[in-house]
């Protein structure tokens, strides 16, 4: 009976995990492309570095101005995080922060 009610658990889990879906956004020469996407909670954004600036992405929380998180500054690769709150997100690179703004908002399922 706890080998069943285990397996049960992990196939919620891993069901939940498999849903999750990822929205790319392309990281231009100082600009972010699309500059909003609307995805579900718990679902990833993967950034993608086209340009040849240096630029990173910095991820302030719903209603707040503090930074929650930030990738490193960089020139090319990626950089993906998982939303696991409801809010409109506001992303910035720290590089050319009056010029690189986008929004992700997330809503519920």
Not at 67 to 83: D, E, L, M, N, P
Not at 93 to 105: A, F, I, L, W
Request: hydrophobic residues 40%; charged residues 25%; positive net charge.
């Amino acid at each position: 009976m706890r080998r069943i009610a285990l397996s049960f658990v992990l196939a919620v889990v891993l069901a939940s995990v498999a849903h999750a879906a990822t929205t790319e956004v392309k990281i231009k020469d100082n600009f972010f492309n699309p500059e909003r996407v609307t995805i579900e909670k718990n679902d990833k954004v993967t950034w993608r570095w086209k340009g040849s600036d240096v630029h990173n992405v910095a991820i302030k929380k719903p209603d707040s101005s503090k930074i929650a998180v930030r990738s490193s500054i960089k020139t090319s690769g990626h950089y993906t995080h998982q939303f696991g709150r409801v809010g409109t997100w506001r992303i910035l690179c720290e590089t050319h922060p009056r010029k690189m703004r986008m929004k992700v908002v997330v809503r519920s399922p």
